[in-house]
């Protein structure tokens, strides 16, 4: 009689199966779910606050201010009897355009400069690389501050200066990616049927080093959050009465003996919104990884 190893079948059954959408999600891990869960929320949040919260974030009520956390005001009220939780609703939208914005520029910049440098000749790729080298021994929020104080504060500028600070990262992986895909076969190919450079590096080389840096964008929006909230606790961001993290992490920072609560949710609205983002990005930076490996074998 013929007798079936389960042994082995199982494990070309487990190897087949390793690589399918539906497996991996049924591994997905719960602390994974509720990172996503928290960020459509925050993001939910930023799109839409009066979903969350009704009370206007600036209405001013001196005679209400400074209290504690209770039924009125679920987060309590700042030294203006403005609600905190309000403010802490409204101030997603700031907090997450400067880490978006900001990583949008890092990605766009650093792609182009990235794949210039890689396809641009021996003398162009070591001006950039040489720049991107400078750049880098900066630290990055040091780096922010001083594009800052050149172009002055604001949103807008504070999402420019950290998505300059963020750049020389992704052109050093954009022409990593780049030159990877400079020596593919596709690529000599195109070269060898006569295809325009300007064609191949914006049809081929540009769109197949993309993938790579959009997972470490993802990763990077976290940072980019933290800057932003640091640069509005040095009043270099957002400027008041908006509502911002920072801003008010900076506004209640004197009066912790005082009122705790003004300064405490601010602070756990950034450490929840980066520790989601990172274990998203994270999260999906290991499955492109295994996407190559899949790939490779």
């Not at 003004?262 to 919104?273: I, K, W, Y």
Request: aromatic share 6%; net charge positive.
């Amino acid at each position: 009689m013929t007798t079936l190893d389960l042994g082995t079948f199982s494990g070309k059954a487990n190897t087949r199966s390793r690589g399918r959408p539906w497996d991996r999600a049924r591994t997905l891990r719960p602390g994974i779910v509720v990172a996503w869960v928290v960020l459509a929320l925050i993001v939910l949040a930023a799109l839409w606050p009066g979903l969350f919260a009704t009370d206007p974030p600036n209405t001013i009520d001196p005679v209400h201010g400074l209290e504690g956390p209770g039924a009125d005001h679920l987060f309590g009220t700042d030294q203006l009897g403005r609600d905190v939780f309000s403010r802490v609703v409204h101030g997603a939208r700031p907090s997450l355009l400067i880490g978006l914005g900001s990583t949008l520029v890092a990605v766009v910049a650093g792609a182009l400069l990235g794949v210039l440098a890689a396809s641009g000749g021996r003398v162009l790729d070591e001006a950039i690389m040489r720049v991107t080298d400078i750049l880098l021994a900066f630290p990055g929020l040091l780096l922010a501050l001083i594009v800052v104080s050149v172009l002055g504060p604001g949103t807008g500028n504070a999402t420019l200066a950290i998505g300059i600070a963020a750049t020389p990262g992704f052109v050093r992986l954009s022409r990593g990616q780049a030159l990877v895909v400079r020596d593919s076969d596709y690529v000599r190919a195109a070269v060898t049927f006569g295809r325009r450079r300007a064609g191949i590096h914006l049809g081929h080389i540009l769109p197949n080093a993309l993938p790579p840096l959009l997972v470490f964008a993802t990763v990077n929006i976290g940072t980019a959050i933290i800057a932003g909230s640091s640069l509005s606790f040095l009043g270099l961001g957002p400027q008041a009465p908006t509502a911002e993290w920072g801003a008010m992490l900076a506004q209640s920072r004197d009066l912790l003996e005082i009122a705790w609560a003004p300064a405490v949710f601010p602070g756990l609205a950034v450490t929840v919104t980066v520790i989601a983002v990172n274990v998203v990005g994270r999260n999906l930076q290991r499955r492109f990884e295994g996407r190559r490996v899949d790939a490779g074998q």
